[in-house]
């Protein structure tokens, strides 16, 4: 049975920094591509980033680049995201995901492509 349990969220002053950890168990975890989603208040769902089994990855929201960079040790069955230069907007409950892939599968950064969901993890960003 696939289970990942997303960590690390906190309350955090703008310009801050968190990383975020999703514990993948019951399952070979390089086996699969992850991704980071998360949600606002009021707003839907969205894609962040996400990793392919093979590494590759996306980010899907032009607003995180250069501040959020998403990571996977299968050694220890995490898949990180490092959150940097954090703002307001930032703020919501992000979730992990996890799909079984292909070797060549591109990274997707899309709700529907993955099955499998952890329970997320709260950001709050504010002064």
């Known amino acids: 049975q696939v289970q990942l349990v997303a960590s690390g969220g906190n309350l955090v002053q703008p310009g801050g920094s968190l990383r975020l950890s999703c514990a993948l168990s019951?399952?070979?975890?390089?086996?699969?591509?992850i991704g980071w989603f998360r949600q606002a208040p009021g707003k839907e769902r969205e894609g962040v980033l996400c990793?392919?089994?093979?590494?590759?990855?996306?980010d899907n929201l032009d607003s995180v680049k250069g501040r959020f960079t998403i990571s996977r040790s299968n050694d220890k069955k995490t898949v990180y995201l490092q959150m940097n230069s954090l703002k307001p907007e930032d703020t919501g409950v992000y979730y992990c995901?996890?799909?079984?892939?292909?070797?060549?599968?591109?990274?997707?950064?899309?709700?529907?492509?993955?099955?499998?969901w952890g329970q997320g993890t709260q950001v709050a960003v504010s002064s």
């Open positions: 995901a996890a799909k079984r892939e292909i070797l060549s599968a591109v990274p997707t950064c899309a709700s529907w492509y993955y099955p499998h």
């Open positions: 019951g399952i070979r975890v390089d086996y699969y591509g």
């Open positions: 990793i392919s089994r093979s590494g590759g990855t996306i």
